[in-house]
Structure formats: C-alpha cells, structure tokens
T-cell receptor, first 113, second 113 residues
Framework: NAGVTQTPKFQVLKTGQSMTLQCAQDMNHNSMYWYRQDPGMGLRLIYYSASEGTTDKGEVPNGYNVSRLNKREFSLRLESAAPSQTSVYFC????????????FGDGTRLSIL | QKEVEQNSGPLSVPEGAIASLNCTYSDRGSQSFFWYRQYSGKSPELIMFIYSNGDKEDGRFTAQLNKASQYVSLLIRDSQPSDSATYLCAVNNGRDSSYKLIFGSGTRLLVRP
C-alpha cells in the first residue's frame, strides 16, 4: 500500500533556486494538502485542494505555488527559494468531508543555503 | 490565543503507567477531533478520532471529548517505551465548509523503561 508518496525525500537548494515538490496518492481521495513543519511550530497549512480543479491558500502561502495536476497528484513549487523556507514539507490527502482524517506522506526535508 | 493548544512537554511516565495528553481548542464550531502520533524524523500517523462527547476506546488508547469545555484528551494505558513520540492534536475548522485541520504544536511523551 503506497498511500501518499512524496518526492524527493531530501533536497538542498541555494537561495534563489526554484524547485517543485511532488506528491501523489493512490487512495482515490478528493482532497489534498501541503504543510510545512518547523521546530516548535507544529504543522502549518500552505495550500490545499478540496477537489480536482480547485486550490486555495492556507495559513502560510507566501513564496509558494501549487498545481492540482489531476485527482492523484498535487505539486508544490518554490519559485525563488529563501532560507526561511528551510523546513520539512508534508503532503496529505483525505476523503471529502469534515470528519475525514488526513493521511500523510513521508515528507521532504528541504534545506536552503 | 492559539486555536489548538497543547503542553509541549516532555511528559515523562514510567513503563506500565497511564499517560494523559491534553488539548484545548478555541473554535466552538469544531466537530471533528484527531490524534496523531509522530516519531522523531517521521510523518504523522493517525491513531484516534472522535466526533461525539464522551469516551472512545481503541485498544490501549482512549480519546475523551468535552465540547462544552472545548477539551479533548488522549489516554494511553499500559504505556510502553515504543509509545515515546510526539502526539499531535488536530481539530477541524468549524468556521467554514472546508476540510482543513488545525494542528496543535504537539506534546512529547517519554516512557521510561
């Protein structure tokens, strides 16, 4: 059972470089999410997609863009990386509905020098 | 005031004891409550969810919800060293129809052999 798959698992970038984090789920979930996790800050929502074809900003969207490519895939792009974006990034997915739990991928550890 | 508050810990308990983890939330419209376990360097893993006032038991875990007091807790009976992890409380956003979750910063649990 793959569940939610994130690539890459680790990445080091230089300030100003761009990159795309990939996320794919095989659970046929409608909703997908991108979070970042920093020490002492918990999980903070960057962007989410309630269903295919829709995306919305979360708590900390500045400096990021997303694309819901299809029902399975939801990518996160850093156009011009900054040291403040050094973090662990998690993708999650869920069924439709406010009572549905979210299931997480293994995360991408991103360092920006 | 944070929307979801947890004591950061660490909460240290001896093996075999009951560990009690607490979470308070500010949004009275919240309907769904989740507990995730996160081992160091790993992704959050769902362990319990609860929607109704009262207790819900699953093996060694019991979730307790009191909506009037805006309080949700997780009890772990017969604690084992393998339970040592950070426990995240998550609450759905009751103010809109989205499926977003708001996460607390987590409580670190240490179970001493």
């Amino acid at each position: 059972n793959a569940g939610v798959t994130q690539t890459p698992k680790f990445q080091v970038l230089k300030t100003g470089q761009s990159m795309t984090l990939q996320c794919a789920q095989d659970m046929n979930h409608n909703s997908m999410y991108w979070y970042r996790q920093d020490p002492g800050m918990g999980l903070r929502l960057i962007y989410y997609s309630a269903s295919e074809g829709t995306t919305d900003k979360g708590e900390v969207p500045n400096g990021y863009n997303v694309s819901r490519l299809n029902k399975r895939e939801f990518s996160l792009r850093l156009e011009s990386a900054a040291p403040s974006q050094t973090s662990v990034y998690f993708c999650a997915s869920s069924e439709t509905g406010s009572n549905q739990p979210q299931h997480f991928g293994d995360g991408t550890r991103l360092s920006i020098l | 005031q944070k929307e979801v508050e947890q004591n950061s810990g660490p909460l240290s308990v001896p093996e075999g004891a009951i560990a009690s983890l607490n979470c308070t939330y500010s949004d009275r419209g919240s309907q769904s409550f989740f507990w995730y376990r996160q081992y160091s360097g790993k992704s959050p893993e769902l362990i319990m969810f609860i929607y109704s006032n009262g207790d819900k038991e699953d093996g060694r875990f019991t979730a307790q919800l009191n909506k009037a007091s805006q309080y949700v807790s997780l009890l772990i009976r017969d604690s084992q060293p393998s339970d040592s992890a950070t426990y995240l409380c998550a609450v759905n956003n009751g103010r809109d129809s989205s499926y977003k979750l708001i996460f607390g910063s987590g409580t670190r649990l240490l179970v001493r052999p």
